[in-house]
Every structure is written in C-alpha cells, then in structure tokens.
C-alpha cells in the first residue's frame, strides 16, 4: 500500500512538473531570454514529460488492477525536434530501453526493474498473501489440530475473518487509489489544454528573439561595413580635384574613376549579401 502511494506522489509530481513548464513558457521565456544557450529546448521537455506521464499512469495503473479491459501501450515518439517524421530512429531505438525504464523510476518501487524484489501487482499480491496464508495453516495444523480447520479453505474461522476483512481493506484502498488516480489524470486532461498555447507562445517568443538577434548582427555588420564605404567615398571625393580635367592628369583620373567603380560595386554586393 506504501509502494502505491508513493507512486501516486510520483504521479502528482509529474503533473506539478509540466503545470510548471507550461508556466514557463509565458514567464520565464518571455523578454529577455536567452535560447541559445538551452540544452534541452522547453517544447522538448514538455513532450518529454507528457509521454513519461502517460507511461507512469498507464502502468501504475495496471499494477492497481484500475482498467477494465485490456491497454495496448503507448507507441513510442523521437526526442528530436529537427525532424517531421515522430518515429524513433534506429539510434534511439537502441537506447530507448534504458529511457523507458528510466521513465517509472519516477514510481518508486513500483517502476524499478529490481531483480532482487520482483515487480507483482497489486490485486496479485493480496491474492498471494491470502494463498501463503491458507498454505502456512496446511504446515501449522496437522494431527490433533486438524480439528480447527474449517470450511472449503480447511483453514481456523478466526483466519478466514482475517482473510475476509483483510479483501475487504485492500479492495477500499484499491478504489480509494483508483479514485486519486482518476482526479490525478482529470487535472492532466485539462491541463494538455493549456499545452498548445504554452509551446506557441514558447516557439513565438523563442524565434523572434532569434531572428532579432540575426537581424541585429547583421544590422551592426551592415553598418560597420557602410562605415568603411562612407571613408572611402569621402576619400574618393577629397581627390576629385578640379585640376584632373587636365590631359596630364588622364591617368589619376582612371585610376580614381577605376576606384569609385570598385566601391560602388563593392557596396552593392553588400546590399544584395544582406
């Protein structure tokens, strides 16, 4: 009972996680955000804890016996962004074992693969409880003792009261987890929601931040080279002396007009360049 409350916290505890990250992207990531330097992009982490939760209730889920029929599980999807296709590729898929175990541990006891403490659900366990207890009564009660034992189970009365009300804890708690559980994934339903409109308003001020910074480096290069365009006209125009009418002076008049030629050409090419 410890280990299915501790898995619903962990439940919870995704929740609150991706409840925080949808906050984010209207607060943290809004003005002066720095998005170059993320390791891991927000509308990633995101989907990261959304398919971990959908695994976690899925599985914890199993384990308290909460689904009528039988859940096929869920596909997996690629972590990677630069990419239509949302299938795994073959190097995630050798690494993608690893991940989903990784994904329970979140669960506690309940999603470690422990070879020393094997994994058995929750209604399996009572059942296996109520076996060992009938199978010890069979060890305890021979010869004159015998004579305690009662019913189809040939087990003492006061062990089948036991036993009875022992079910009968375990099927309220079972319910009462199922019924948390249920509240848990509500609150999940109506916060995938508000899902779309975080990662847009994330994705919107994340490439416009970027394309700013693009257009402003390439404002200041474009003006640090206008800088040197502007030197150099000015300097064209300081030779362009009234005395280069002279036939003497034909040859520093091609070189000055060769010149000009030369930066206005230059310059266009920046323009188109940029």
């Given at each position: 009972?410890?280990?299915?409350?501790?898995?619903?916290?962990?439940?919870?505890m995704?929740?609150?996680?991706?409840?925080?990250?949808?906050?984010?992207?209207?607060?943290?990531?809004?003005?002066?955000?720095?998005?170059?330097?993320?390791?891991?992009?927000?509308?990633?982490?995101?989907?990261m804890v959304?398919?971990?939760?959908?695994?976690?209730?899925?599985?914890y889920?199993?384990?308290?016996?909460?689904?009528?029929?039988?859940?096929?599980?869920?596909?997996r999807?690629?972590?990677?962004?630069?990419?239509?296709?949302?299938?795994?590729?073959?190097?995630e898929?050798?690494?993608?074992?690893?991940?989903?175990?990784?994904?329970?541990?979140?669960l506690?006891?309940?999603g470690?693969?422990?070879p020393?403490?094997?994994?058995?659900?929750?209604?399996?366990?009572?059942?296996?409880?109520?076996?060992?207890?009938?199978?010890?009564?069979?060890?305890?009660?021979?010869?004159?003792?015998?004579?305690?034992?009662?019913g189809?189970?040939?087990?003492?009365?006061?062990?089948?009261i036991?036993?009875?009300?022992?079910?009968?804890?375990?099927?309220?708690?079972?319910?009462?987890?199922v019924r948390?559980?249920r509240?848990?994934t509500?609150?999940l339903?109506?916060?995938?929601?508000?899902?779309?409109?975080?990662?847009?308003?994330?994705?919107?001020?994340?490439?416009?931040?970027?394309?700013?910074?693009?257009?402003?480096?390439?404002?200041?290069?474009?003006?640090?080279?206008?800088?040197?365009?502007?030197a150099?006209?000015?300097?064209?125009?300081r030779?362009?002396?009234?005395?280069?009418?002279?036939?003497?002076n034909?040859?520093?008049?091609?070189?000055?007009?060769?010149?000009?030629?030369?930066?206005?050409?230059?310059?266009?090419d920046?323009?188109?360049?940029t």
């Open positions: 009972m410890t280990k299915c409350e501790q898995a619903q916290k962990g439940v919870d995704l929740v609150d996680k991706l409840q925080d990250l949808c906050q984010q992207a209207f607060d943290k990531y809004q003005g002066a955000a720095d998005f170059l330097k993320e390791k891991t992009s927000l509308s990633m982490l995101i989907r959304l398919v971990q939760l959908n695994r976690c209730i899925q599985h889920s199993n384990h308290l016996g909460g689904f009528k029929g039988e859940v096929r599980p869920l596909a999807i690629t972590y990677q962004e630069a990419t239509e296709s949302i299938e795994l590729d073959e190097e898929k050798v690494n993608d074992v690893i991940k989903m175990e990784e994904e329970l541990q979140v506690g006891s309940i470690f693969n422990n020393k403490d094997p994994y058995i659900r929750f209604p399996d366990a009572i059942a296996k409880v109520d076996q060992m207890c009938k199978d010890l009564c069979q060890k305890l009660y021979t010869g004159e003792n015998t004579k305690y034992l009662a189809n189970d040939k087990i003492p009365e006061y062990l089948s036991f036993l009875e009300h022992l079910k009968k804890h375990a099927e309220e708690f079972k319910i009462s987890m948390q559980l509240v848990t509500q609150r339903e109506a916060l995938c929601a508000e899902v779309p409109y975080s990662v847009c308003a994330y994705l919107q001020a994340k490439y416009a931040t970027i394309i700013e910074k693009q257009v402003g480096k390439v404002q200041d290069d474009f003006d640090e080279q206008k800088v040197i365009d502007d150099a006209k000015a300097e064209n125009l030779q362009f002396r009234p005395n280069l009418a002279n036939p003497a034909k040859e520093v008049t091609r070189e000055l007009d060769s010149s000009e030629e030369k930066r206005c050409e230059l310059f266009y920046l323009i188109d360049d």
